[in-house]
């Protein structure tokens, strides 16, 4: 079955940390790429990383540096380490799966993802 469930957020200064979860059922976990995109409220979404099953990685530019994305196949979960958080990084943040190799643009082609899950960042 697919199930997608995001857990983590919450309200951080500027400057914090938050680990963002994603549980995922055996169904969507075996997607290719699983990755994080995040919306805030009028805005469009934005991809924000993504892993493939290889381990290979991509980010968005604005958060290189500062948000790791990992992957724990006996969990079958998907995470995403988040630092030197800021303003602009307040939004609700979504896990998706992805049943293609993730390089360069790959929301268009999620098939499925949670419900999310609310990050606050304070100045």
């Known amino acids: 079955q697919v199930q997608l469930a995001e857990s983590g957020g919450g309200s951080v200064q500027s400057g914090g940390s938050l680990r963002l979860s994603c549980a995922a059922s055996?169904?969507?976990?075996?997607?290719?790429?699983m990755g994080w995109f995040r919306q805030a409220p009028g805005e469009e979404r934005e991809a924000v990383a993504a892993?493939?099953?290889?381990?290979?990685?991509n980010y968005a530019d604005s958060v290189k540096g500062r948000f790791t994305v990992s992957r724990d196949n006996a969990k079958k979960s998907l995470y995403l380490q988040m630092t030197s958080l800021k303003p602009e990084d307040t939004a609700m943040y979504y896990c998706?799966?992805?049943?293609?190799?993730?390089?360069?643009?790959?929301?268009?082609?999620?098939?499925?993802w949670g419900q999310g899950t609310q990050v606050i960042v304070s100045s």
């Open positions: 892993i493939n099953s290889d381990g290979n990685t």
């Open positions: 998706a799966a992805v049943y293609d190799y993730c390089s360069g643009s790959w929301l268009p082609f999620a098939s499925y």
């Open positions: 055996e169904y969507t976990y075996s997607a290719t790429c």
